[in-house]
């Protein structure tokens, strides 16, 4: 079965109104994307208290390839263009499986020693391999961003065995079943977004571990401090939380933290350095990740 593909450039602003809109014109599936413009929140995990979306949004809503659809999507291109950023833009498509053709450009990616991020399906021949399955999703973080790249490699690093860890802004979930993977006993992850939580105990489950991955929105954040906490934020968020995050890391726990521009680490070093002995940053790109021990609580 062929489909009409309507393509549409907007402000993310105007998403939500423009997929209701889509929706409700017929369109039997309305995928939002990264549309090309600049903005530090790209492809960030989501910082709790905030649903984040690319400033500009690439929408594509599927029609039947009749007259009745083809005549919704040449409305839905008429109505909706005052809204884009560009007109938008009709083709026709060939049926093909297409869950799976957006992946055929992704492959396995490992992080530090043993750790692999693999789009499911595929595998990896590597001794001692702990092999992650992910697919992209709405929620964010697969390993690509270098933010969360940081993380991968660090939790890679830590002392995981036995021990707990909060995932603050988990977004995929990807860091907190990246722990228990490797080793940690227990994990939390914390998201304001009820869709990142959704994704992310999808994502356990298919990676076994969901029986050791509870998930909660910040209201319900469990006030128990862990062994090791992530928070792949924005360097807002970080600061805001910073007597949050210290209460939750436990006397001689460890901490990481991303989502930090190269210019904003000594603010976030300033905010964390009195409850944690900081570690020299490490940096890809222009991100940084910021880590520490807890120091001693009287």
């Known amino acids: 079965m062929a489909w009409i593909e309507l393509e549409l450039l907007a402000d993310r602003d105007h998403a939500a109104l423009l997929e209701a809109a889509l929706e409700n014109a017929g369109a039997l599936a309305v995928t939002l994307d990264e549309g090309g413009g600049e903005g530090l ?17 690439r929408i594509t809503a599927l029609f039947e390839d009749d007259p ?19 007109p938008p833009r009709l083709h ?8 799976r053709v957006w992946l055929e450009d992704l492959h396995p990616q490992r992080f530090g020693e043993r750790l692999w991020v693999c789009p499911r399906g595929q595998r990896v021949e590597a001794p001692n391999a702990v092999i992650i399955d992910l697919d992209p999703g709405l929620a964010f973080g697969t390993g690509h961003h270098a933010t969360t790249a940081l993380c991968l490699e660090w939790l890679d690093r830590a002392p995981l065995a036995g021990r707990t860890l909060i995932d603050v802004g988990c977004g995929s979930g990807i860091l907190a079943i990246a722990a228990l993977k490797l080793g940690a006993a227990r994990a939390i992850a914390i998201d304001h977004d009820p869709q990142a939580l959704e994704a992310t105990l999808e994502n356990a489950t298919v990676n076994a571990v969901a029986d050791r991955l509870s998930v909660h929105p910040p209201e319900q954040m469990p006030q128990e401090a862990a062994d090791l ?3 792949n934020i924005l360097a807002g968020p970080l600061l805001e939380l910073a007597p949050t995050l210290a ?14 521009l190269a210019h904003q680490a000594e603010a976030i070093g300033n905010a964390y350095g009195a409850d944690f002995a900081l570690e020299p940053a490490q940096q890809r790109e222009d991100w940084i990740l910021i880590s520490g021990r807890r120091r001693g609580v009287d």
Do not use: F
């Open 41 to 57: 929140d790209e492809v960030l995990e989501p910082a709790p208290g905030a649903t984040p979306l690319w400033r500009q949004l």
């Open 68 to 86: 009745n659809g083809s005549m919704q999507a040449e409305a839905s291109a008429d109505a909706l263009a005052a809204q884009c950023l560009v």
């Open 92 to 99: 026709r498509l060939d049926d093909r499986p297409w869950e």
């Open 229 to 231: 906490l992530v928070a």
């Open 247 to 260: 209460r939750l890391t436990k006397p001689a726990g460890r901490l990481a933290l991303s989502g930090i």
